[in-house]
């Protein structure tokens, strides 16, 4: 984090906030002396909410790759149910 900012004076100065979190990274807000949020660029967003793989990678990256599961099921009796 490079610098904390108190609410008030994040308020006060939101738009020189923003530039200094776009140009120089992560910026703290608190709240009564509390941590509370973080300002950042959308960039440094997207770097935290990306997935580290994609799905087709993931699944062939599984422990369980290779294992025959049977999914065929068994059509000769019917459920009995009441309606």
Known sequence: MNRKWQL?????????????????????????????????SIDEYKKLVKPKTNLVEFIRQSPL??????????KTHSRNFDI
Do not use: C, H, Y
């Open 8 to 40: 008030q004076e994040a308020k006060n100065k939101f738009s020189n906030l923003v530039e200094i979190a776009k140009n120089e990274g992560p910026q703290l807000i608190t709240k009564n002396g509390k941590d509370t949020v973080v300002i950042l």
């Open 65 to 74: 790759k290779g294992i025959k599961i049977d999914t065929s099921r068994n």
